[in-house]
């Protein structure tokens, strides 16, 4: 099969059809490496690295808004990132905004298709109503539905909730509500909570229940203070484990009856001038609690350390962003490096 030509013909037909609209239709694309490097790990070579281009098109109108992204790995290698392994052409992000005016001051909106929902703005840690916390590195972003999603608009208040399916069946999947206030002053604050109960209602299946906050202020222009707060439960109800339609928690570690409460605080520093700008854009040091990290590796208790840090060190040049992050892995003490190297081309 000829993915290249599948690609080049999605974003002609999406080209085509924004033509005939009332907006605006620009073509998005950028060019991403990374390598990643553990100092725990006694080998010489890098644990992971990969060459990716994200290629699609964006349409903006009054009432419609829609984006289109393929995500595309070299033949070679690189496409797999952790444990997973991704297709050489992937379907990363399609969806299409319907938009409604109401008076003034509030808007509607109806949202279907798939996207990412990373509200955290971390280098490493964060929206954990959506992340398995078993997984970190330099700024993972995976965190993708499919789904339909209603959203209000009302003055600083944006709520927005979300049904989502996990497979073609539509039997397994979760709610997510979340509310994003942008206050006049520099303050942002979100709360999001996420729920498996599409898989409650077809099959034996524990419910987890995932709540979040957020929030950002820059004390001065220069500096920005952010962090989250999350509570994780899972139910601790007595299931027949050997039905038929049984379905086990969603990741391994939601053991029924434990509570998971991370949260994590970060420093952002970017200078808008002066020497200082010309070496960096952000330089941003962040530190992360999880309780009972052991248990997320089923591990016997002291095995990994609580608290996890990383320093991340940004810089934009023109159409570049250029990405350094030094942080922890399983233990304070196992540091790892990572880079990132990505080119946007509009």
């Not at 060019?31 to 098109?57: F, H, L, M, P």
């Not at 070299?74 to 990132?81: D, L, S, T, Y």
């Not at 604050?189 to 229940?209: C, E, F, G, P, W």
């Amino acid at each position: 099969m000829k993915y290249s030509k599948i690609a080049a013909a999605l974003v002609l037909g999406m080209a085509t059809f924004a033509s005939a609209l009332d907006g605006d239709f620009s073509l998005k694309g950028n060019v991403q490496t990374q390598v990643v490097k553990s100092i725990a790990n006694d080998s010489t070579n890098i644990n992971e690295g990969w060459i990716r281009a994200n290629v699609g098109g964006q349409y903006k109108g009054e009432n419609l808004e829609a984006l289109i992204m393929l995500r595309i790995f070299a033949p070679e290698f690189g496409n797999k990132i952790g444990d997973k392994m991704y297709d050489k052409i992937l379907a990363d992000l399609y969806w299409a905004n319907y938009k409604w005016k109401l008076g003034e001051k509030d808007m509607l909106n109806l949202k279907i298709g798939r996207w990412k929902t990373d509200w955290s703005q971390s280098t490493h840690f964060g929206t954990y109503v959506d992340k398995d916390l078993t997984k970190r590195g330099l700024w993972m972003r995976d965190y993708s539905h499919n789904a339909v999603e209603l959203g209000w608009k009302h003055g600083l208040s944006q709520l927005n909730a979300m049904l989502a399916i996990q497979d073609n069946k539509a039997d397994r999947g979760y709610v997510r509500i979340e509310e994003d206030m942008k206050f006049t002053f520099p303050l942002e604050m979100k709360v999001a909570y996420r729920s498996n109960v599409i898989d409650v209602m077809q099959h034996t299946a524990y419910l987890t229940h995932r709540l979040a906050a957020y929030a950002s202020y820059n004390i001065i222009p220069e500096l920005r203070a952010y962090g989250e707060y999350s509570c994780v439960y899972t139910q601790d109800d007595d299931l027949d484990k050997s039905a038929n339609n049984y379905l086990a928690p969603e990741t391994k570690y939601y053991l029924p009856g434990i509570y998971f409460q991370p949260f994590y605080l970060g420093l952002d520093f970017a200078p808008k001038s002066g020497i200082l700008n010309l070496l960096m854009s952000n330089l941003m040091v962040e530190w992360e609690f999880i309780d009972k990290r052991d248990n997320l590796e089923a591990k016997a208790k002291h095995t990994y350390d609580d608290w996890a840090w990383t320093v991340a060190w940004v810089k934009k040049i023109a159409s570049t962003k250029l990405q350094f992050s030094v942080y922890s892995e399983k233990e304070i003490s196992d540091v790892a490096f990572a880079f990132r190297l990505t080119t946007t081309i509009k």
